[in-house]
């Protein structure tokens, strides 16, 4: 689906209201974290993302970032929200901007020694701008996710995840899926 310039300004409008969120999220979770701890956290990642473009025949990556925040519904399953830079990714001449939104439900098994496995199953609303006046697409979809975790204290921990989105828009020759590494900490209120 093509967007116009008065959605663009919505897309941006997204964006200045998801890090309002985060604001607000953590001056109240500052506040809670002195009370008690919560089932609250919120958390970020650095990593990289790679996709296939030309008919799968070649690869390309791209620096990768993404803010979430979540609740924990007990030791084992939480449902979380997070936005998700993909960076750019050049082809013949067009570059796209790949960005996805996602909520997602977690399953996690801890192991012991601090250590836990998870897996993720969500909705993606994925974002990819064209350059060249290509335009726009936006594109709901699965995204799957497999990662390990470490606390480091109480509150805060280490995670490593694998993340795979399945229904990028695909046009211009780019493939609708991408695949992300990342490494990140999240903290609990």
Do not use: C, W
Not at 7 to 29: D, E, I, P, R
């Amino acid at each position: 689906m093509n967007r116009n310039n008065k959605n663009t300004v919505v897309s941006h409008g997204k964006k200045a209201g998801l890090l309002a969120a985060a604001a607000v999220a953590l001056t109240l979770g500052s506040g809670l974290a002195m009370a008690a701890d919560t089932p609250y956290y919120i958390g970020g990642d650095v990593g990289k993302a790679s996709q296939r473009v030309d008919g799968n025949s070649q690869k390309r990556s791209s620096d990768s970032y993404s803010i979430f925040g979540g609740y924990k519904l007990n030791e084992n399953f939480a449902v979380e929200a997070a936005y998700t830079d993909l960076g750019k990714v050049d082809f013949g001449g067009v570059t796209a901007k790949n960005k996805v939104y996602s909520l997602d439900g977690i399953a996690r098994a801890p192991l012991g020694n601090n250590f836990g496995i998870y897996g993720k199953v969500g909705v993606a609303y994925a974002q990819r701008d064209y350059s060249a006046g290509l335009g726009d697409e936006d594109k709901t979809g699965l995204k799957l996710g497999v990662g390990v975790d470490y606390a480091l204290t109480k509150n805060v921990s280490l995670r490593a995840e694998a993340t795979r989105y399945n229904n990028m828009p695909d046009a211009n020759g780019f493939n609708k899926k991408v695949d992300r590494l990342g490494v990140g900490l999240a903290y609990q209120f």
